[in-house]
């Protein structure tokens, strides 16, 4: 059974979504979570939503005064932090056609805020023990056609989480990235109008597990990283994708059945 009792954990973005069921999660488990998040209603909604051990710090990321708040005012309120989550980012993309600002809104918002805010955290963590939990995505191993700046600046996370991890070991934290597939999730839920099953109808072919994943079964994963079962478990990418990576080319399709139909014609 994994404990988080006594533990205070940051989760940038905790106040929806995905990030949300990270906090329930982790505060369902013992611990003090401390929400951060732009939206003011979202952020105390979730605060009064979990109630004790929990504080809402309004944080934009990509504002290294606000992100500087964010850690002296979780260690002013509860003298410790012992894990970040690293949950927070933005989805704007046009593809090819992005222009500069989009391409630096996006590389600063998934990559470079989640390295600055990493090396504030980092002296508390290391008086700690405590670790940092990235969320990274399959679209920072594979190209998306129509997605340029989202999948990319995924695949600068991904060796942001590496780098951190051999960096930081001689401090004695841990590092480690959650990486997602296909989650019913804010965007999923605005590109289907709210359809979960056309959701899972879409993703079947992309996954082995023929549907979309829950948020809390990324938040199953992200404690897991977390917790002292994971104790000798840093540089590591676990993928919460349903089987989405393991999947080459003809993805759960048989080749050689499809080649023999033609036979004749």
């Given amino acids: 059974m994994i404990s988080m009792q006594g533990k205070v954990v940051i989760v940038t973005g905790g106040a929806a979504s995905i990030g949300a069921a990270i906090s329930q999660k ?16 979202a952020g105390q909604a979730m605060q009064d939503k979990l109630g004790e051990r ?25 003298s410790r932090i012992d894990v970040l989550v690293n949950n927070a980012c933005g989805y704007d993309d046009e593809g090819s ?20 805010l990493g090396e504030m955290v980092r002296p508390h963590l290391k008086e700690s023990g405590g670790n940092i939990v990235n969320i990274g995505s399959v679209s920072g191993v594979a190209p998306h056609i129509g997605r ?18 051999v960096e930081y070991a001689q401090d004695g934290i841990r590092v480690n990235m959650a990486r997602l597939g296909h989650i019913w999730s804010d965007p999923f839920e605005g590109l289907t109008g709210d359809n979960r099953a056309h959701a ?28 002292e079962q994971a104790s000798y478990v840093t540089g590591a990418e676990l993928p919460v994708d349903g089987g989405y990576t393991a999947m080459g080319p003809e993805q759960h399709y048989p080749l050689m059945p499809l080649l023999m139909e033609g036979q004749g014609a």
Avoid: C
């Fill in 54 to 78: 929990s504080l809402y710090v309004q944080t934009d990321i990509t504002d290294d005064e606000q992100l500087r708040r964010l850690v002296d005012t979780t260690v002013q309120q509860f």
């Fill in 26 to 41: 982790f505060h369902q488990l013992g611990a003090t979570v401390v929400i951060a998040a732009r939206s003011v209603d």
């Fill in 97 to 116: 056609d992005s222009d500069r600002q989009t391409w630096l809104n996006t590389l600063n918002t998934n990559a470079v805020s989640p390295a600055i």
């Fill in 200 to 227: 899972d109808k879409v993703s079947t072919p992309y996954n082995l597990m023929g549907r979309v994943a829950d948020a809390e079964e990324v938040a199953n994963v992200v404690v897991f990283l977390a917790s």
């Fill in 148 to 165: 340029w700046t989202y999948p990319v600046s995924k695949a600068a996370m991904i060796h942001l989480n590496k780098s951190q991890a």
